[in-house]
């Protein structure tokens, strides 16, 4: 099956600095990339999402990067916000005809005020 | 917030019990997934349904069984044969490719 790594486990910023969080993937068939963000106590939520055929994304002050080559993804976050801090997860799929998400490890990332 | 519910929200069992985690949902969604998490582990996928009455294991299915009748539900059971119980369960579904997947608020299991 598929194999995601997620890096870096845990990430602290300063508010307003930037913060990134990479992630490799091991099948090359794999073309969805969405990343979630889980906030304490509740539930995992889209906040991006790339497909294979687009090479960046962005919304606001989120953007994501697709290296299809080098089978890396990579979640942005510019002018970080206290409310930005959470468990932040990335997933690929795999399965041939099947939609089925691996996810990483998970980052959380604590942005200090 | 609607769209896939999972209930309760705690539950409290004694080792050797077979305890069942309801998900049920109303996006209309073919496919639905069970996941494991645990600190530091990430998501971990249990089982997965791509259709009515047909359902694949995941990762870590052992000591886990599901059932998949209707369309908008799939429960989970953990049998005793589960070592290690104790664990915060997701359920969530998706309608297939290249598609996010829609969570529910999970089910805490506690055994003891």
């Known amino acids: 099956g598929e194999n995601v790594e997620q890096h870096p486990s845990t990430l602290s910023v300063q508010e307003g600095d930037s913060a990134v969080i990479k992630c490799t993937y091991s099948?090359?068939?794999?073309?969805?990339f969405p990343w979630y963000k889980q906030e304490l106590g509740k539930r995992p939520q889209l906040i991006i999402d790339?497909?294979?055929?687009?090479g960046e994304k962005k919304d606001q002050r989120i953007a994501v990067t697709l290296n299809k080559t080098a089978k890396h993804f990579s979640l942005h976050i510019t002018e970080t916000q206290p409310e930005d801090s959470a468990v932040y997860f990335c997933?690929?799929?795999f399965g041939g005809g099947s939609y089925i998400p691996t996810f990483g490890r998970g980052t959380s990332l604590i942005v200090h005020p | 917030d609607g769209g896939i519910t999972q209930s309760p929200k705690y539950l409290f069992r004694k080792e050797g019990q077979n305890v069942t985690l309801s998900c049920e949902q109303n996006?209309?969604?073919?496919?639905m997934y069970w996941y494991r998490q645990d600190p530091g582990q990430g998501l971990r996928l249990i089982y997965y349904s791509q259709i009515v009455n047909d359902f694949q294991k995941g990762d870590i299915a052992e000591g886990y069984s599901v059932s998949r009748e209707k369309k908008e539900s799939f429960p989970l059971t953990v049998t005793s044969a589960q070592k290690n119980p104790t664990a915060f369960y997701l359920c969530a579904s998706g309608d297939g490719m290249d598609s996010p997947l829609h969570f529910g608020n999970g089910t805490r299991l506690t055994v003891t």
């Open positions: 997933a690929a799929s």
């Open positions: 099948d090359s068939a794999s073309n969805y």
């Open positions: 790339i497909r294979s055929n687009v």
């Open positions: 996006l209309n969604h073919d496919a």
